[in-house]
């Protein structure tokens, strides 16, 4: 099962449109419903290395006089000492539940619009490893390690990214680290999810791939910087 999970996601990377078909064929949703748990473990996981090598997992967010949930279309006011057990025994939790079935949602509902004849099973299973490499990307290469601990010990700085962003590693890394943030964290990972969504919405309802394209565009939007969006100023 786990050969077979991780087989999915790699899957998707390299021959999306014939992992997309075997996907929909799944009578189960339980290889998309491991997706979300393994970014919420690797999260705790992340924590764990914080804290075994000594470095404070709020960092720069303690700089913060009146730290605010944003997110939700919503703002939630919370205490310095409150921040990191409502972000992880609140706020990720309620985002892996919704999750799976959010943009899955949205899809199967919207592409009905264009006869689309796929089920919303087949839309969680294949949407969910559609935002998986993206997902995995974030955790595991800019959260646990250019804006985690292998990145402050190298740098010999508690919060060396949020350092490097402020210049105070010369303008030229603030250049590249922000040019970063922007044109791949952001820009690059989030295009990723969307193509790989519009080929799986297409494979699976069988509608034009420019209606796909607008489904996911939409879905991914609302989910990602609308009820999913989450951030702390």
Known sequence: ?????????????????????????????????????????????????YSVFGYDWLGTRRELTDPTFVGFFGRMPVGLEDYLPIFFYVMIP???LLGPVIVPGLAQVLSKLWGGRGTFEQMINTLGFAQAPAALYSVLVNDMLLAGVPANLV?????????????????????????????????????????????????????????????????YILWFYGIGGMIAR
Request: aromatic letters at 18%; hydrophobic letters at 60%; glycine letters at 6%.
């Open 155 to 219: 740098a010999n700085h508690p919060y060396a990214f949020a350092a490097a962003m402020n210049g105070e590693f010369g303008a030229l890394w603030s250049t590249i680290v922000w040019a970063y943030m922007f044109g791949i964290y952001i820009f690059g990972a989030g295009l990723w999810t969307i193509i790989l969504g519009t080929i799986a919405i297409q494979r699976v309802q069988r509608i034009p791939w420019w209606a796909a394209a607008h489904i996911m565009l939409f879905s």
């Open 1 to 49: 099962m786990i050969r077979k999970f991780f087989g999915y996601i790699w899957g998707v990377i390299v021959r999306p449109k014939t992992t997309f078909d075997e996907l929909a064929q799944l009578t189960s949703i339980r290889y998309a419903v491991l997706l979300p748990i393994l970014v919420y473990l690797l999260q705790y996981l992340n924590l764990l290395i």
């Open 94 to 96: 309620l985002l892996v």
